[in-house]
């Protein structure tokens, strides 16, 4: 029985490992600190097992040298960090509303671990809508699409050839850009009620300049931004959940 297959076998498994892995590391959810090593390693171990069969056929077939691995493997690597990078940027969106909707409400200095994006800190509305994000992601079943959408990665950035980087750079652009446009429209009832709130509280503090009005309406600003948040939550990811759906079907085609 010959074996001479074993040794082009675990090279492919490397590259796609090289791929996958870094992209799992880098995804929202799966970067977080308090998610274990080990289990993140398992992971993308087991989930290269599972899309060998599907991928392989995409590397060379025939015997591979050492300087020609070495270049699909650094390739590899750099895929998966363009697309797990662009990934985490697209996530980013949630900080920004939440950013934005804190300092409306007077919570800007409310600061937590986000565990979305590594640990972070950031605004506990955008630590919230990130997670909940995360959750609506499964529960919605567009994990679905974002396995196509890795799949469908290997025909948009075929290994072995050379990394477009600037098309690689146009695309983190423009995600980036959309994040921020999303992100200021999930939390733009937020921006009116601020002019509106601090216009009036502005009004109030020259009509009576010996109140100390900013601070004594701080805890009805508070109250009022809860209580919109919990109003407009569906909006908000309504929102949210479009624009990472919009981004997956593209990279799907």
């Known amino acids: 029985m010959s074996i001479d297959w074993l040794p082009q076998t675990a ?3 490397i590259l796609i490992f090289a791929r996958l892995g870094t992209l799992i590391m880098l995804m929202p959810g799966f970067s977080s600190q308090r998610l274990p090593m080990r289990m993140r390693l398992t992971l993308a171990l ?3 097992f599972i899309m060998y069969p599907l991928i392989s056929q995409y590397y060379p077939t025939q015997t591979v040298t050492f300087y020609p691995a070495i270049f699909l493997l650094l390739s590899e690597i750099g895929v998966g960090l363009i697309i797990g990078g662009v990934t985490r940027i697209l996530m980013s969106a949630a900080q920004v509303a939440g950013t934005v ?3 409306q409400t007077g919570l800007s200095f409310a600061q937590t671990a986000d565990p979305t ?3 972070v800190q950031g605004a506990i509305f955008g630590n919230f809508i990130a997670v909940l994000g995360v959750t609506m992601v499964f529960t919605l079943d567009l994990h679905h699409l974002v396995l196509a959408a890795i799949y469908n990665s290997y025909s948009l950035f075929l290994p072995g050839a050379a990394l477009d980087l600037r098309d690689a750079a146009d695309m ?13 429209q999930m939390s733009a009832p937020f921006i009116v009620f601020g002019l509106v709130f601090y216009f009036g509280l502005g009004l109030l503090a020259r009509l009576m300049p010996q109140l100390q009005v900013f601070f004594i309406a701080m805890p009805a600003n508070i109250a009022i931004g809860l209580l919109l948040f919990v ?8 929102w949210y959940m479009n624009h990472i759906e919009q981004f997956l079907l593209r990279m799907i085609g």
Not at 231 to 238: C, E, K, N, Q, V
């Open 101 to 103: 909707i804190a300092f």
């Open 46 to 48: 087991v989930f290269t």
């Open 11 to 13: 090279l492919i498994y």
């Open 117 to 119: 994006q590594g640990g």
């Open 231 to 238: 109003l407009l939550l569906t909006m908000i990811m309504t």
């Open 172 to 184: 983190a652009i423009e995600v980036i850009a959309g994040s921020f446009v999303v992100g200021v």
